[in-house]
């Protein structure tokens, strides 16, 4: 029996130190990850930034003086470019490598190479986008220009400084967790962080959902129910704004202007309701009689933040502002002279066409009257804990081929099968961070139009002011020469005349500079009113911000930075002040219950803000989201087939102009619905939804308790993200805060001859969730406060705000 119970104890001691050395689906080998001398605990920090140090790096070739003040925020001082962007790159490593890890290996389709096959479809989806395709070209770009050759490699180098640093006991946290070490930073990798941007501001689509639109109502309702022009509309570049230049010609739409049904694809969905706002006042309506410029960008927002601020300073250049984990300069900041902030144009630069192939073969497509030959490129896929797979990927002189599907046949042609190829203009050869290159040390609005030639995806709306007292802004990007409506549906990817035809000359993107209203502003609305000659998208995002935005500003005079602050708060409803009177018009009270009388009266006292305390805000939010779908959902929600739904801008109009249109009514029903039936049926479910979800009416029907809001974690580990807190906002006011996506850095500044900068992140410095500086500053950003911005001027300068001091030498 002793035998026994020792053969026992002994295989169990076996099997415990085999499964603590062994990883279980997503859980990391616990023996590693709780190892006291390798483990998470070596991941915890102080809250104390330590003292002042000395450090020599191999590569460095001079000395570089590092401040960090109390948020540890770097402010580097070196003494030439090499070092700067190196310092730049180790220091950003330093704090948010697995960040810039992840991300990379996202866009270049290989996550299941450290998470295994649940990331296979994503990976797979990536690979056929082309992200490696354009990162390689972007790259090329970049590889060609002088300057910005040795900015990037300065900037690997200073990464791969730190990483060769590293022991298994330093590894960020995640590593950790998902078993894995960091590898070599490369200088393409950066290029992979634009074609992921890219991805996010300029990779959805509408094309497929349009083509069932029309195939299914025919042009005449298509073009009714989803016009070129909101009815609604304040524009980018002000209403009659006159264009000195002369427009290329225009390229004429191919003779058979029409669409293809195509099954098997599925767009990535561009979501109506969500973007950023900025905005510049000229010194005429200011305080100081300065320009003082505002940006908001909204993005999915996450911890560890999507920015990371920094100042840098070298012979002809000293910038503030925020960095892009993995991507050498500052993206939005500001130096001595000039301030700049970008929000996205949604160009439509991305376009989807039906290749058919010769054969099953696939080695010929039809183009031009004659067989072309297909280019393949074999994917390699790696999966952790499984074989590779192999992808053959097939180029058309289009693009990629990104679905390709043997039962998509053309009517009558079975045994020819088609795909679907993909023009996007982040395949294309660019070079984007010259733009933030120059515009770091820019001095003047001649500076700022210099920068922006470089620029090519995704097209931004660059909004500008300067110390000279200027403003100005430029939707901006590598824009392509097409035809009316070309992309708004799929096309022939047989006929040439739906090629794109060169490109939109750089000096003729729509621009304004000092207006006579004395501000500019963007809010991702229409670019220009409909005299612009050329096409730049068919949809951009709903008017009521930038109107919202253009009305304060109208009305400011003697600005100061706290009204820009209080702005980018704001959460006043447009819609509501469009649509609501007419909504409660036709809502017959007679026929309500006592629950709904209570909240009607709610909505009568409503104020049309989307305060987090409001209750008036969930019920008017939940009715009008319930009016919406009851409207188009009978006609435009089928399960099998993906159908675009009209905008906002069009639900409106029909409400107030066209109350008994047929759309109102429910042809699942016998009877004939108009606006009034689906207002009253879609404020009792309203009501009905909040009841269930939240009790009766009360403080439990508060917008920020309706609305749960959290910042989560960049990989969706539990308990290092927010937790959800209540919030205000709302996708259609300035303050646009919606499913965890909203503004990733509010940034304040005044220009003058001593300029200030104001801003915040929704999070901190830190990528380690063991830090302090992880999450530091997410409660000032809730509060909708900012942080004065410490902005040195040289290594000398003192501040009770330093708290230490990093000298780096070779």
Known sequence: MKVFKAILSMLFTVALIWALQTKFGDIPPLGEFLNPSTGFWQNAE????????????????????????????????????????????????KARLWEMDIQTRSAAGRLSEVVGPKALELDRYHRRMGMTF???????????DPVMSKVISAYSDGVNAYIKSLTPAGY????????????????????????????????????LAM?????????????????????????????????????????????????????????????????????????????SGYPILAN???????????????????????????????????????????????????????????????????????????????????????????????????????????????????KGRPNIPVGNALRWIAHDESDEFKTFYLLNRAKNYADYREALKYFTAPAQNFIFASADNDIAITPNGKLPLKYKDQGKFIMDGSDPANDWHGWIPAEQNPTVKNPPRGFVSSANQSSTDKTYPYYINWRFESYERGKRINDRLAAMT????????????????????????????YLDASKLDDTQL????????????????????????????????????????????????????RTEMLLINEPNSVWFDNKRTPVKETAVDVLSASFNAAVNELVKNHGKIGTDWQWGKVKPFE???????????????????????????????????????????????????????????????YDDMLKTWQDGKLKELLFLQSPTATSPRIKQTLTLSK
């Open 711 to 773: 910042v989560m974690h960049l990989g969706h580990v539990p308990g290092l993200g927010s937790g959800n807190f209540a919030s205000g906002g709302n996708s259609s006011v300035v303050n646009a805060l919606v499913d965890g996506h909203g503004p990733s850095w509010r940034m304040v500044v005044q220009l003058g001859p001593q300029v200030k900068g104001y801003g915040i992140i929704p999070g901190g410095q830190s990528g380690n969730p063991g830090s302090f500086f």
């Open 211 to 287: 083509t069932n639109v029309l195939n299914k109502f025919g042009a005449k309702i298509t073009n009714d129910l989803f016009p070129d022009y909101p009815t609604h509309e304040d524009p980018i570049i002000p209403a009659g704004t006159k264009w000195d230049f002369k427009p290329l010609p225009i390229p004429a739409p191919p003779a058979a202007f029409k669409a293809q049904m195509l099954a098997g694809m599925k767009d990535r969905e561009r979501v109506e309701g969500i973007g950023s706002n900025n905005w510049a006042v000229s010194g005429s309506k200011t305080a």
């Open 134 to 144: 354009g990162a390689e070209h972007t790259l090329q770009g970049i590889m060609k």
């Open 46 to 93: 102080s809250k104390n930034i330590i003292p002042a140090q000395n450090l020599k790096l191999k590569g460095l070739q001079g000395k570089v003086t590092v401040k960090f003040d109390e948020d540890l925020v770097p402010h580097i001082f070196a003494e030439n470019d090499h070092d700067l962007y190196y310092t730049q790159g180790y220091l950003t490593a």
């Open 172 to 207: 960020p946290i995640e590593f950790k967790l998902l078993n894995y070490a960091p590898e070599e930073w490369k200088p393409i990798n950066s290029a992979y962080l634009l074609k992921l941007m890219s991805e996010t501001l300029a990779g959805g689509s509408d094309e």
């Open 558 to 585: 003697k600005a100061t930075t706290d009204s820009m602050r209080v702005l980018q708060m704001d959460d006043y409803s447009i819609r509501a002040q469009d649509i609501l009177p007419t909504m409660l018009k």
């Open 296 to 410: 908001d960008p909204h993005l999915n927002l996450t911890l560890p933040s999507i920015w990371y601020q920094m100042q840098m300073t070298a012979p002809g250049v000293n910038v503030y502002g925020v960095t892009l984990p993995g991507a050498p300069c500052v993206v939005i900041g500001y130096n001595q002279k000039v301030s700049w902030g970008v929000t996205n144009v949604d160009a439509d630069v991305l376009d989807w066409y039906q290749v058919k192939f010769k054969d099953a073969s696939r080695a010929e497509y039809w183009y031009n009257n004659t067989w072309n030959k297909v280019t393949r490129k074999v994917e390699v896929i790696n999966i952790r804990g499984q074989k590779p797979m192999v992808d053959t990927v097939l180029y058309t002189h289009h693009g990629p081929v990104v679905y390709d599907n043997a039962e998509i046949a053309k």
């Open 598 to 649: 209570a909240a009607l009266d709610s909505v009568k006292k409503w104020d049309k803000h989307f305060s987090a305390n409001s209750v008036g805000a969930s019920i008017i939010n939940t009715w009008f989201v319930k009016f919406y779908a009851f409207t188009w959902g009978d006609n435009f929600g089928d399960k099998k087939t993906v159908m675009q739904f009209p905008s906002v801008d």
